[in-house]
Structures are given as structure tokens and as C-alpha cells.
């Protein structure tokens, strides 16, 4: 049996292959449109990934950065800065809003740094100062490269003009890329004063960072206080379930394509081969045997159209990524899981016609010419 | 050649269906991803022109209204209904916030108003009374269950949800209306902000003319007259916010289109390939009888047309019956499947992909022996 799948495959290479390779570009859609959810939600997450506070404090009742507001009175900064445990607390100014450079508008966060909140900066540089003075400001390297702007020209936020003074790395998102500003600049285009978004609060050696959270809310008033690793996961969700319908829908859709080209490959094979099927039956081999025969037929379409698309995601992706520096795909071990149980379905889903066409051939038409 | 083309597609008509529906999902994939892309831009178009107005003011440098700080004085409205032409300004603003339960928050454009730029049509409940009072978009009533009459608590201040709208959803996200008293009680009683002024209280004017007046003229008239102010038709700003959207989505929904298009081109091709491969035997009789290889490979185009014709609607057909389901399930989300222009552009693309399709079994066809026509299969 395993040698007649074996030779009926082989026989028709150039239909499998190419059947194949449709599945496989409809798995790739499916694992690419999930992984630019998931890169997109790991940049969002990038500056506080990188900014690795232990403790972010916040106004009380918001738990996130992205798309958030938050404004807590900057006193509270030193009364922080004193509670036992912490190391140093550094206040950041934080606007969600649009920049433009080079004749392109871009969302960004604005970062307004104060002059000893290096810590809280840009972490790595392509070129110029990762510390902007008044009026300055910088920007992601990949608006560099697409915009044609460089060290010197200007930037705008509002009606505010800013001169790029350097471009950083890493920190470019589709929905949020990070520019950083002074704190008086980001103050003064706000409107505000008096006040600071977050305080990044890096803790003493030793200190647990879940304790160090919840000592801060129980002595300082209206703040929320959250470890790092929390704070980054429900950015990550909160940007993760933004898009989570949508991919699953076209994991639906993209899935019955996949079971669609599967059928129509394995019922032309069968097709192909009704005499063949007849004469197995005329010589006493069961239908069982014969669904077995397509579901494994099946099994081996889907199996390397499914090892093409692992192969592709894995290849073609993170070039993507390179060539399209605006998209960030990430391909996960859960995805990829994922894709191989879709696929397990969509094997056995695609053996059904042929099976049924199976069932109806008659043995007497084997010895029919 | 025509009836040769039909009959072939009968004679087996379950391989005929499959064919047609695999054709039918790559396309119906093509138009949900273009729908899906056209969807984003066209809700970030209706957020502007919803709001309603003939003119907007906005802060001077601002551009867009979606997402963007803009942060108007409070004199600015005396300023522009003292100007000539101008019959009334409603002042607008709005902020983001973050609602739902641990684990399952999701951000939401709180929009204020006063006289004019609120929620379009209810399609359930009653329009705001009081402060408490919130119009919630349909897409935050499903993803959390929420009916008229339930709360809406937003950092500890209790709204609570008068009535339900729709199409007020953008950038992933929908937006809740309330009144100017509602964000003055959420200030005051709720611990958004230590201070009051850190939020933009009058972020845009909604410019109502008077009859006859001229739009231009009055345009010119509030930049000069009123300082740090940048004024829009409605258009011109829900062009901007499309122009962005583009900016936003334009680079990754390109990179998935074009997965989309090859999985037809591969879908398209494999099918038109194993059918020629299965009808070797045919060919071979026709060459037998002095068919040119032109002529089969008409036949071939003929036939693969014929179920495009087939497909193309089926295919559309999908992708709406898929779009109503996306927009019936999550309505924050928008599927513009039968946008005509989307549908030229796939309509075009398919077209290509048969022809391209149809051409890659000829080299199968023209080393077809006419002798394999005397063979048992």
C-alpha cells in the first residue's frame, strides 16, 4: 500500500510539488499575518523591554504604556527616590502623537528626558548623540533610511520644530516607533508642568522588584507600581488582542484554501487512478484500506507543504523584515505549533472527497476496457 | 473550442467545483486582505467626516485628528465665532483610555462633546442625559458584553453606557462618547490626572458657516485672525488621517497582499498544470487529428477563463460572507470587500494570474506525442 502512495506521488511530481507548494503559501500567509501581530507587539514592548526599569510607576488605574495616559504629580519622583530599596527613580515624559520629517508623518512615542535621565534614553546608536538638548531630538534610524533625512535637518511635532541630532537603533515600530526629546521641550509642547507620565525606579541589589511595587503603592498615594516583566506583558497583550480576530479569521480562511488545493490534488490523483482502484478492490483490498491509502496521500501532501512553509517562515520572513525595514515579522514556536495542528486538520479534512469517490468505484469496472 | 472547453469542464464536475472553490478561496483571500486594508483607511476617513461641521480648527502644526495631541485655548472659540462667515463653533476634544478587566484591556478614544460631533445614529438605547452617561461603539458592546443600563468604569469613575452606535471604531480601536460634563466629573471625582489642565480640554472646532458664506474666504480668515490655529475642510483632514493610515499599514498589508496574490498565482497555476497533466491523453488525440499546439493551448486559456467566470464571483461572494462575519464578530473591525476600485485591481490581478497560469503547462502540452492517442490508458 505504502509503495503504491509512494509510486502514485511519484509519478505526478510536478502537480504534487506544485500543490504543495500552494499549501505551503497558504500556511505562509496565515504564519505571516500572525507574525507581524507578534513583531509589531514586540516592538511596542521594545522600549520597555530595553529601558529594563525594575519598578514602572504610573498615575493609579493604568497598567500599560502603549496608547495610554498618564500624569502623576513629579513630587512624588523624590518621595520614591527615598523609599528604602529603591536605587535611583528616573521621570519620563510620555505623548502618543505624530512626528513629521522629510515630508512623511510617523506615530510615535515622544520621550521627554530630563538631563540626568540618560538611563532612559536610547540604548543603542547609528549615528549622532543619544542625549538631545533643548530643541533637538532623535529619531529612529529606519526614518532615515525612509525619509532621506540626516543629522541636522528638521523634524516637527505640532507646530513645534526639532533638529535631529541622532538616530537610534531598534527603535522603530510601525505603530510606535520612539523619538526622544528634553523633558522641558515635551513640557512646554503639552502645555504642562509640574507633572510626569512614568518613573522608571531601579532597584537595590537584592531588592525583589514585586515587593519593592507593592511597598510603593502602599506609601505613595494614587500610583500605580508595576515590575518590569508585568508592565511588558500587558503591553504585549494589550497590542496582541488588538489584532487577534482578524487572525483568526484568515487562519480560518487560509486554512480551508489550504484543504481546498489538498482535495482537489488528492481527488485528481484518485481520479487519475479509478482502474487502479477498481482492480485493488476486484483483488479483495477493503475501502479502509483505500481511505487509509488517500489520507495518507493526504498526510504527505500536507506534511511537505507544511515543511515548505516552516522553511519559508523561517527564511523568507526575517528577509522581509530586512528588505521592508517598515515590518517587523516575528515567527513563534506557538505559531508554528499552531500551523502544524491547523495542518493535521486540513489533511483529514481534504481526504473526505477523494474518499467518497473511492467509496463509489465499482470492482466490475476493472476488467472493463 | 468554446463547447470542447465547457464540455471538459462538466464531464468530471466534482474535480470542476474543487477547481472553482480553490480558485474562489485564493481570490476570496485577495479581496479579504485588500477589504481588510481598505476597511482601516475608510474608518479613519468616516471618524472625520462623522463628526460633522464644515470647517475644522485644530491646533497650530496639528494635521490629522486621529491620534495626535491638539491642544486649542479656550479663547479660540470666541475667536473664530466673532469671525465673519461663521455661524457657530462646537468644541471637541478627546483622549485615550484604557478599559477593560486584567488580562483583557483594550484602548478606547474617550470623544467629548459638546453640541455637535457626536456618536452617528444609536442603534440601541437613548442619547446622553448626564455626565454618567457614555455612547459606546457596537465593537466595545460585544468584546465585553456590554448593554445599555451596564457601567462603564473608566480609573474608578462609573460611566454608565446609555446607548450603542456603530461605525465610530478606528486604528484598531473604538471610540465612547460623553459630554463635556461627563469629562469634567471624570476629572474631578476619578484619578485620571492630578491636574486638570494636563489634558487638552478643546483639542478642535467644529466650524458651522453661515448660509452663503464662503468656505475659502472664512479658511483664510481665522489663520489670520486667530493666532496658533490651523484650519481643514473635513475632507482635507480625513485625507491626512487616510494619508497616515497608509503610512501605518501600507508597508506590511503590501507584503501580505502579495503573499496573497502568489498563493492565487501558485493555486491558479497548479490547477490549470494538473489538468493539462490529466488530459495528456486528449491532447495527444487531438494532435493525432491535426490540432495545432496554438489552438490546444486556446482551448486551455478558453477553459481556465471559463472558470474564472465561474470562480470570480463565488470568490467575492466568500470574501463578503467572511467580511459580514469579521464585522458581525468584532465590528471594530471594518472589510471593505466590494470597494470597486479593490475589486478592478483583483478582478485585474486574477486575470494575469490565468494567463500566467494558463502559459505554464505549454511546454507539457507541446511534448505531448499524438502517438500516446493510441495507447490504453
Known amino acids: 500500500m505504502l509503495r503504491w502512495i509512494y509510486k502514485t506521488l511519484w509519478l505526478q511530481k510536478g502537480p504534487v510539488l506544485s500543490s504543495a507548494s500552494g499549501v505551503a503559501a497558504a500556511f505562509v500567509l496565515v504564519i505571516a499575518l500572525e507574525a507581524a501581530f507578534v513583531g509589531e507587539s514586540n516592538q511596542i514592548v521594545g522600549y520597555i523591554r530595553h529601558a529594563n526599569a525594575d519598578v514602572w510607576v504610573m498615575q493609579k488605574g493604568v497598567s500599560n504604556m502603549h496608547m495610554a495616559t498618564t500624569f502623576v504629580w513629579d513630587w512624588k519622583v523624590k518621595r520614591i527616590s527615598e523609599l528604602p530599596g529603591v536605587k535611583h527613580a528616573t521621570p519620563i515624559l510620555y505623548v502618543n502623537t505624530v512626528v513629521k520629517a522629510g515630508g512623511r508623518n510617523w506615530f510615535a512615542y515622544v520621550i521627554g528626558l530630563k538631563p540626568d535621565g540618560a538611563r532612559a534614553g536610547p540604548w543603542a546608536m547609528t549615528e549622532g548623540k543619544p542625549h538631545p538638548g533643548a530643541g533637538q531630538i532623535v529619531l529612529p534610524r529606519v526614518y532615515a533610511d525612509m525619509a532621506g533625512i540626516k543629522i541636522g535637518d528638521k523634524a516637527e511635532i505640532a507646530d513645534k520644530a526639532f533638529t535631529i541630532v541622532g538616530f537610534s537603533e531598534q527603535t522603530f515600530s510601525m505603530a510606535n516607533s520612539i523619538a526622544f526629546v528634553t523633558f522641558s521641550d515635551l513640557e512646554e509642547l503639552l502645555s504642562i508642568s509640574g507633572t510626569v507620565s512614568f518613573i522608571l525606579v531601579d532597584a537595590q541589589e537584592g531588592q525583589d522588584p514585586r515587593e519593592l511595587a507593592q511597598r510603593i503603592e502602599q506609601q505613595i498615594d494614587k500610583v500605580s507600581a508595576i515590575p518590569q516583566e508585568r508592565f511588558i506583558h500587558n503591553d504585549f497583550q494589550i497590542a496582541l488582542l488588538m489584532g487577534v480576530e482578524i487572525v483568526s479569521f484568515m487562519t480560518i480562511i487560509g486554512s480551508a484554501l489550504a484543504a481546498l488545493i489538498i482535495a482537489f490534488t488528492a481527488y485528481s490523483q484518485v481520479a487519475r487512478r479509478r482502474r487502479e482502484l477498481a482492480i485493488a478492490k476486484a483483488l479483495g483490498f477493503k475501502n479502509q484500506s483505500l481511505y487509509l491509502a488517500i489520507i495518507m496521500q493526504t498526510f504527505i501532501i500536507t506534511g511537505l507543504a507544511l515543511a515548505m512553509a516552516l522553511l519559508v517562515s523561517w527564511v523568507l520572513l526575517p528577509a522581509i523584515s530586512a528588505f521592508v525595514p517598515q515590518v517587523t515579522l516575528a515567527v513563534t514556536t506557538a505559531s508554528l505549533i499552531k500551523m502544524s495542528l491547523i495542518a493535521l486538520a486540513v489533511a483529514l479534512l481534504a481526504a473526505l472527497v477523494p474518499a467518497h469517490f473511492v467509496a463509489r468505484v465499482d470492482p466490475i469496472s476493472s476488467f472493463k476496457v | ?377
Open chain 2, 1 to 377: 473550442m468554446w463547447r470542447l472547453a465547457f464540455r471538459q469542464l462538466t464531464h468530471d464536475w466534482i474535480r470542476s467545483l474543487l477547481t472553482a472553490l480553490a480558485i474562489s478561496a485564493a481570490i476570496a483571500v485577495i479581496l479579504i486582505l485588500r477589504g481588510f486594508e481598505q476597511g482601516l483607511y475608510a474608518q479613519s476617513e468616516a471618524v472625520v467626516l462623522d463628526r460633522g461641521g464644515q470647517l475644522i480648527v485644530a491646533q497650530a502644526g496639528v494635521s490629522n485628528f486621529l491620534a495626535v495631541r491638539s491642544s486649542l485655548p479656550q479663547l479660540t472659540r470666541e475667536r473664530v465665532e466673532a469671525i465673519d462667515g461663521v455661524s457657530l463653533a462646537h468644541p471637541i476634544t478627546g483622549f485615550w483610555v484604557i478599559y477593560g478587566p486584567e488580562g483583557n484591556k483594550f484602548p478606547l478614544l474617550l470623544l467629548v462633546y459638546d453640541t455637535l460631533g457626536g456618536p452617528p445614529p444609536l442603534i440601541e438605547g437613548r442619547s446622553i442625559e448626564d455626565g454618567h452617561d457614555v455612547i459606546i461603539d457596537i465593537g466595545l458592546s460585544k468584546k465585553f458584553d456590554l448593554k445599555p443600563g451596564d457601567p462603564l468604569v473608566i480609573s474608578d469613575f462609573e460611566f454608565r453606557v446609555a446607548g450603542i452606535t456603530n461605525h465610530s471604531s478606528a486604528l484598531f480601536s473604538t471610540f465612547a462618547f460623553v459630554s463635556y460634563d461627563g469629562m469634567i466629573d471624570l476629572f474631578l471625582e476619578s484619578e485620571i490626572a492630578p491636574d486638570i489642565s494636563t489634558f487638552p480640554l478643546l483639542s478642535f472646532l467644529l466650524v458651522d458657516l453661515e448660509p452663503g458664506a464662503d468656505r475659502a474666504g472664512v479658511m483664510q480668515a481665522i489663520e489670520d485672525q486667530v493666532p496658533d490655529v490651523d484650519v481643514f475642510t473635513p475632507q482635507q483632514l480625513a485625507q491626512n488621517d487616510v494619508a497616515l493610515g497608509k503610512e501605518l499599514f501600507g508597508p506590511i498589508m503590501g507584503v501580505l497582499i502579495s503573499l496573497s496574490y502568489m498563493i492565487g498565482l501558485l493555486v491558479i497555476g497548479l490547477i490549470v498544470y494538473a489538468d493539462v497533466s490529466v488530459r495528456r491523453h486528449d491532447y495527444g488525440v487531438m494532435k493525432a487529428l491535426g490540432f495545432r499546439l496554438s489552438h490546444i493551448v486556446r482551448g486551455v486559456m478558453v477553459q481556465t477563463m471559463m472558470l474564472m467566470v465561474f470562480a470570480f464571483p463565488i470568490g467575492v461572494s466568500v470574501a463578503s460572507l467572511v467580511a459580514i462575519g469579521i464585522e458581525w464578530r468584532a465590528p471594530v473591525y471594518m472589510v471593505d470587500v466590494l470597494e470597486p476600485l479593490g475589486l478592478v485591481h483583483v478582478l485585474s490581478g486574477v486575470i494575469v494570474m490565468m494567463i500566467l497560469g494558463g502559459l505554464l503547462p505549454l511546454r507539457l502540452i507541446a511534448r505531448t506525442d499524438p502517438v500516446i492517442a493510441f495507447q490504453v490508458e
